[in-house]
């Protein structure tokens, strides 16, 4: 696998460079086959996304001009060390008129960054918290 950074030019990866497509068991996407799949030899951490194959996606992203995408490719990456019903929890409070205050925001950030070291996903819950404010966004609303 290369350690340069992908570019426009490795869209797409699976094609242009399939020993970067590796799950977390460190299978390759060209290891997998149908027979393994049938003995039961496959299972859901050779078929997830790894953080890699996010970071990869932002890079090519970023260099087409497209920051905000890779930017988001990047927060994936931080979640894939979240636990689902974490992601959840927050996803919740970022409802509009769901969370109670500012603070409760601030929390779930403070936690997103010291419990996952997830600092992208922690900002991004920090700016909310400050356009909920600005808006009003934090009174029940049901």
């Known amino acids: 696998m290369s350690d340069k950074s992908p570019g426009a030019m490795d869209y ?5 460079q399939p ?10 996407i060209n290891d997998l086959t ?9 299972t859901m ?9 996010l970071l990869d996606q932002a890079s090519i992203a970023r260099s087409v001009g497209r920051t905000m995408l890779a930017a ?3 927060r994936a990456a931080e979640m894939t060390r979240v636990p689902q019903e974490e992601v959840v ?5 970022l ?3 769901r969370a109670a205050s500012r603070d409760v925001l601030m929390q779930a950030a403070m936690n997103l960054r010291d419990t996952y070291g997830a ?14 404010e600005r808006r009003g966004l934090y009174r029940q609303r049901f």
Not at 45 to 53: F, G
């Open 119 to 132: 600092e992208k996903l922690a900002r991004f819950v920090e700016e909310a918290a400050d356009v909920y």
């Open 72 to 74: 988001n490719f990047e």
């Open 12 to 16: 797409p990866i699976a094609e242009t």
């Open 95 to 97: 409802r509009p008129g």
């Open 19 to 28: 020993d970067r497509v590796v799950g977390a068991r460190g299978r390759s």
């Open 45 to 53: 951490e050779d078929l997830r996304i790894t953080p890699q194959a």
């Open 89 to 93: 929890r927050v996803y919740e409070l």
């Open 34 to 42: 149908i027979e393994m799949v049938v003995d039961g030899d496959v």
